[in-house]
């Protein structure tokens, strides 16, 4: 399985970006699929995802209203859709897949830094 992650770049505080992962190996809808990011010093903390059973759907407190992610089950792909970004926003963020046989496949993360 192999993803490829990419979408990010500076972006001032109030904009938004829309990050793009493309999922290889792996049929989406048949697995869950996330988004992660990892802030310099901090922990790498879950952002959102898409379960692969009823394709429920689940955001951080932090971002929810702000953000929303999407699937295309044609093209195998996922989107993270971000607005109103904060400076508080800025981290690596990674896509991964897990798959039913209870495996994490992750992403190379792309870099998304809010600044004005």
């Known amino acids: 399985v192999q993803l490829q992650a990419y979408g990010g770049g500076l972006v001032q505080p109030g904009g938004f970006r829309r990050l793009c992962c493309v999922v290889?190996?792996?049929?989406?809808?048949?697995?869950?699929i996330g988004w992660f990011r990892e802030a310099p010093g901090k922990e790498r903390e879950a952002v959102s995802c898409i379960s692969n059973e009823y394709g429920s759907i689940k955001y951080a407190p932090s971002v929810k209203g702000r953000f929303s992610i999407s699937r295309d089950d044609a093209k195998n792909t996922v989107h993270l859709q971000m607005n109103n970004l904060k400076p508080e926003d800025t981290a690596v963020y990674y896509c991964?897949?897990?798959?039913?046989?209870?495996?994490?496949?992750w992403g190379q993360g792309t870099q998304v830094t809010v600044s004005s």
């Open positions: 290889s190996g792996a049929t989406l809808k048949d697995n869950g």
């Open positions: 991964s897949v897990l798959t039913t046989t209870g495996l994490w496949f």
